[in-house]
Structures are given as structure tokens and as C-alpha cells.
């Protein structure tokens, strides 16, 4: 069944509970496991899935995710025929509730109606999963299926199989029907459509708040966790950078943490995930936290139950606490200093 599915994802979600993290970049870009963006495990699992065709449809901020996502070429997507194809929205006051809006796909139908894919596979860019779509799609032919909707403990986790025949006539006819998108067709229930669902087991974490980006961020400590996650004959792929080992100082202390490349630790750092080519000065203490790419700590810092984005500078001496319901955040490109402890 490989080749048979279309990739669509939806990348248009604005969540103002995750606003803090998404004032310079997309929901998709979102940083996440040290090294990834979350549109990376999505676009893994169709690439795993056999999918060479993939569509992003964005809305907002979404510089950060083309640039991360390039050509394509870190997932094999870079080709001749299919590959990775960018839609962006000219039209940033279409109303879209929920995921896989048929009034943005119609602005794109050439899209749709050039693929080659009996099948099309909708999903959002914010759960964090290893799935394998395959599985999924031989469920929904089997059964004889209209559209198959994955499902988490009972959960939707708005990903959606259906021939591609069936998506063009939704887009087609959503003037008509009132469906605004593939959620309103799944849950209406007056049609004639079978809908079939897909129960999923393994590790999920959605990512719709600052809260639950921190607790499915310290969940990734736990071994069992990451095991369900990274799976060896189903990787996660991401934008590759060619940076040097971290280098540990005789002063370092590092407790069950994850330290991606590149970086300088001198500091104590515990229950933590910290991410490329970060700086953590002598006599500070990083604590239950997440501190994003390029980012410098000071020496003699304490950072407990924090998320630190992009590019910030924390100055020496500096203190900053959270709580694991309101983690203390750092906006990108920012600097903490003296200020903060007046």
C-alpha cells in the first residue's frame, strides 16, 4: 500500500494558551525534545508511512517553519515528482475552528486534483506521536471505511484517512453542506458516511498549552517515555546541524538531563532538557527546565521549573522560579538581568 496515501498537514492552528511560545513562530515550530520542532514527528510518521507527497497548509509566523523545513531534504522530500509542497493562506481572516478547513484547500485544489493518491491522510502539526499510518489505512480498507479518524483513549487526535475522491467533494461542495472542515463531517451525524475509528497505543502528548508543553517535556526524562517515542525502526527526522560535542567542565554536574550538542556546561544542571549550543555558567543551578537553542545563562543563577526560548541572555546572578502549572517563561531573544530580582 505504499504511495497511496496523500500527506496533508494543517499547520493554520492559533492556540492563545501556547501564545508566549508563538509570538515569532507557528504552533508546527515550536521547539520540542531538545532538538526537534513538533511538525517534525508528524512529518516523520508519514515519511515512515511510505508518504512522498506532503502538503503544509500555514496561516501565521510560519518563516520560522519554512526555513526549517527547507527543501525538504532532511526527510527525503526533496524530489522531482511529489515532495514537500508549501500552501500558505492568502487569506489570513478565513475562520477555521478546527483542523483541515475545506475553504483553505480550495484555494489550492490544483493541489488535490493533480496527486496521484487514491487515499489523503488530514493531520494537525501539534500531537507528538510514533504511528505508523499504514496500519491505519489498511484498517480503513478493510473495514470498508468513508473516513477513519485516529482516536487516543477515547480521544480524538484529529487525524483523519479518506479517498482523495471523497476530500473533492467535500471541498467541493462546502458551500452547499455547510462543513467548514473534515472535524464538522466527522461529527456530524446525519449523513450517510461510515465513520470508522482508529485507536492508537503509545505514547501521545498534544501540545495546546504552555502547561502541557512543560509536562510532556519532563515526561521525555522518563526512559519508558522516550522508548515509545524514538523508536530505532521508526526515527524521528529534523533539521540537521553540524555542531561540535558538548564540552563538560570540571565545575559540571549533570543529573538525569538532556543536553543536545554544541553546548558549554559549568554549571549544575538536573531534570532538565537542553537543547543546542546553550551556555550554562559556573555556579548556576538548572533545575526541572527547558532552555532553547543559543541561549547564555549567567554564572551563579537559579533556574527552577522554567522554559527559556531562543537566543535569550540571563545574567549572573539572576533568580527565576515557576510552578509546574505555571512554568516561568522567557520570550525569545530576550535578556534577564539585574532588573528582575528589584
Not at 509570538?23 to 515550536?30: E, G, K, N, Q, T
Not at 489570513?92 to 478547513?101: K, R, T, V
Not at 471541498?171 to 472535524?183: C, D, R
Amino acid at each position: 500500500m505504499n504511495k497511496m496515501m496523500l500527506g496533508i498537514i494543517d499547520a493554520t492552528t492559533y492556540m492563545e494558551p501556547l501564545q508566549q511560545l508563538t509570538l515569532h513562530r507557528s504552533v508546527a515550530a515550536v521547539p520540542f525534545a531538545g532538538r526537534y520542532r513538533l511538525i517534525d514527528f508528524v512529518l516523520s510518521n508519514m515519511v515512515n508511512s511510505g508518504i512522498e507527497s506532503i502538503a503544509i497548509f500555514p496561516k501565521y509566523q510560519y518563516r520560522s517553519l519554512m526555513d526549517h523545513l527547507g527543501s525538504g531534504k532532511n526527510w527525503d522530500l526533496n524530489r522531482k515528482r511529489d515532495g514537500l509542497f508549501f500552501f500558505p493562506s492568502p487569506d489570513l481572516n478565513i475562520p477555521s475552528p478546527h483542523i483541515g478547513a475545506f475553504q483553505h484547500f480550495e484555494q489550492h485544489i490544483d493541489y488535490f486534483l493533480r496527486s496521484k493518491q487514491k487515499y489523503a491522510l488530514i493531520c494537525n502539526s501539534y500531537t507528538v506521536c510514533n504511528i505508523d499510518y499504514q496500519a491505519v489505512l489498511k484498517r480503513h480498507i478493510d473495514n470498508q471505511c468513508d473516513i477513519t479518524e485516529v482516536r487516543y483513549q477515547g480521544r480524538s487526535l484529529e487525524m483523519f484517512v479518506l479517498e482523495t475522491s471523497l476530500l473533492l467533494d467535500l471541498i467541493a461542495n462546502h458551500a452547499q453542506t455547510g462543513y467548514n472542515s473534515i472535524v464538522d463531517v466527522v461529527r456530524d451525524h446525519r449523513h450517510q458516511l461510515k465513520i470508522c475509528d482508529y485507536e492508537h497505543h503509545g505514547y501521545v502528548a498534544v501540545i495546546d498549552s504552555i502547561e502541557h508543553y512543560f509536562q510532556h517535556s519532563m515526561e521525555l526524562l522518563d526512559p519508558a517515555v522516550w522508548r515509545q517515542l524514538f523508536v530505532k525502526s521508526r526515527p524521528i527526522y529534523t533539521k540537521v546541524k553540524d555542531e561540535p560535542p558538548t564540552k563538560y567542565t570540571a565545575s559540571a554536574v549533570v543529573k538525569n538531563s538532556m543536553i543536545a550538542n554544541g553546548c558549554i556546561i559549568e554549571g549544575h544542571v538536573e531534570n532538565s532538557i537542553i537543547f543546542r549550543a546553550v551556555k550554562i555558567g559556573k555556579g548556576t543551578v538548572v533545575k526541572n527546565s527547558i532552555i532553547m537553542q543559543k541561549s547564555q545563562i549567567g554564572k551563579q543563577c537559579e533556574l527552577d521549573r522554567v522554559i527559556i526560548d531562543k537566543d535569550v541572555k540571563v545574567e549572573n546572578d539572576v533568580k527565576l522560579q515557576g510552578t509546574e502549572q505555571q512554568p516561568f517563561v522567557v520570550r525569545k531573544g530576550t535578556v534577564q538581568g539585574e532588573m528582575i530580582n528589584l
